[in-house]
């Protein structure tokens, strides 16, 4: 069993829809949780960084954090046509090393 | 202020022959990680430096190592190159509250 588990999609929606993306964990380790958006043959964005169970929000992006049911998810509200790209999720323990999941595929449809 | 550059951006090798990737980290952050991306999947983290001392490795083969220099910059060298080597390596910088911010990557092709 991976350490993070991730659904690769793809995840097809209309523009202005609202993006509900997750991850699950096994490790009870972790502390910190990050959401990356990757575009196509470029270098991961970090777009949340959150170390408490709760949401934290951040314009038109929501991060949730359920350490209980080791469960995290990244919402996208009104999304649009460039927020198409690969969302990664990615936690870290007290090592500071990073543990991605696989990604989702996100397509917004004009 | 800048962000993390990498070179070169594209590399070509062949099996058996050795590379060198270079990364600079944004101005101030003193940590440095590696990371191998393959088509299809998360990055899988290979080292961090911080204060130029090995902080953490990941399982990756001998045939891999790093180095940080007094500046914070830093080479990751991949010795007897293998097909399988062939990925997009990223560098991410850390600031002190731990965030990594990823360079745009080094895609090394194996032939």
């Known amino acids: 069993q991976k350490e993070v588990e991730q659904d690769p999609g793809p995840l097809s929606v209309p523009e202005g829809a609202i993006v509900s993306l997750n991850c699950t964990y096994s490790?009870?380790?972790?502390?910190?949780f990050m959401w990356y958006r990757q575009y196509s043959r470029k270098g991961p964005e970090l777009l949340m960084y959150?170390?408490?169970?709760g949401n934290k929000e951040d314009g038109r992006f929501t991060a949730q954090v359920d350490k209980s049911s080791k469960y995290i998810s990244l919402f996208i509200r009104d999304s649009q046509p460039s927020d198409s790209a690969t969302y990664l999720c990615?936690?870290?323990?007290?090592?500071?090393?990073?543990?991605f999941g696989s990604g989702t595929r996100l397509l917004v449809r004009p | 202020d800048a962000g993390v550059t990498q070179s070169p951006t594209h590399l070509i090798k062949t099996r058996g022959q050795h590379v060198t990737l270079r990364c600079s980290p944004i101005?101030?952050?003193?940590?440095v990680s590696w990371y191998q991306q393959v088509l299809g999947q998360g990055p899988q983290f290979i080292f961090q430096?911080?204060?130029?001392?090995?902080?953490g490795r990941g399982n990756f083969p001998d045939r891999f190592s790093a180095r940080q220099f007094p500046n914070y910059s830093s080479e990751l060298n991949v010795n007897a190159l293998l097909l399988g080597d062939s990925a997009l390596y990223l560098c991410?910088?850390?600031?002190?509250?731990?965030?990594?911010?990823f360079g745009p990557g080094t895609r090394l092709t194996v032939l």
């Open positions: 991410a910088s850390s600031s002190v509250d731990g965030s990594q911010y």
């Open positions: 490790n009870s380790a972790f502390q910190y």
């Open positions: 959150t170390y408490s169970s």
């Open positions: 990615a936690m870290m323990d007290s090592s500071y090393k990073l543990i």
């Open positions: 101005s101030g952050h003193k940590s």
């Open positions: 430096y911080y204060e130029k001392e090995e902080r």
